[in-house]
């Protein structure tokens, strides 16, 4: 554990705090250490949320810009709906454990990009570096670009996160089904579908 954030120093408090319990006092208490899990559901201040959000509005011709921070931070992303069946697999054992859910595979914020430019028919070209690198798009809906904002760099940043789910599959029979072009696809869509209401 390496917690970069006061949100991850309170998980692994929580974390410390079922395993004690667990221990010292014979309590059924599994912990569940989740790595990135996301839908269309997710909150929009989180990167995921942010960029599903931004490019649907400028596919469809809404929005003109999206300011995004670090593009190749990397984070082991999958589907919600995946993890809620490992979480409740955790909970049919005959004995409580601690278990990694988690893809297995990392991707950079940049990935996501592309794969959302992918899913909602936008053509993408990266042009300059570093702070001053931008993603000019371009689709039947619309025209924008993707700008780097200083802004939106954490102070304390963690630049790879990879999970290893190996205990899951083993013990539950649990591995995430929905591919990470599905679940950025299904965030997309979802965006465009709140557009048009």
């Known amino acids: 554990f ?8 309170a998980k692994v408090f929580a974390h410390s705090a079922t395993v004690n319990y667990r221990e010292a006092h014979g309590l ?11 839908s269309p ?24 810009e999206l300011r995004l921070g670090n593009l190749d931070a990397k984070r082991d992303w999958g589907f919600a709906g995946d993890y809620v069946v490992g979480m409740h697999q955790m909970l049919q054992l005959g004995e409580a454990t ?9 991707q950079s914020v940049r990935n996501f990009i592309t794969a959302a430019c992918a899913a909602l028919d936008l053509s993408l070209k990266w042009e300059g570096e570093g702070l001053g690198e931008t993603g000019l798009l371009s689709g039947s809906g619309g025209q924008g670009k993707i700008v780097i904002d200083p802004a939106y760099f954490r ?19 649990w591995s995430a089904r929905v591919s990470f072009e599905q679940l950025v696809e299904m965030m997309c869509t979802a965006e465009m579908d709140r557009l048009r209401y």
Request: cysteine-free; charged content about 20%.
């Open 2 to 9: 390496y917690p970069r954030s006061p949100y991850g120093m």
């Open 28 to 38: 059924f208490a599994a912990s569940g250490i989740l790595f990135n899990h996301e």
């Open 41 to 64: 559901l997710r909150g929009p201040e989180f990167v995921t949320r942010k960029i599903a959000t931004g490019l649907a509005a400028i596919a469809s011709g809404r929005g003109r």
């Open 98 to 106: 601690d278990f990694v859910l988690a893809t297995g595979v990392t």
């Open 155 to 173: 102070p304390s940043e963690v630049d790879f996160l990879l999970g290893d789910p190996s205990k899951a599959k083993r013990l539950l029979g």
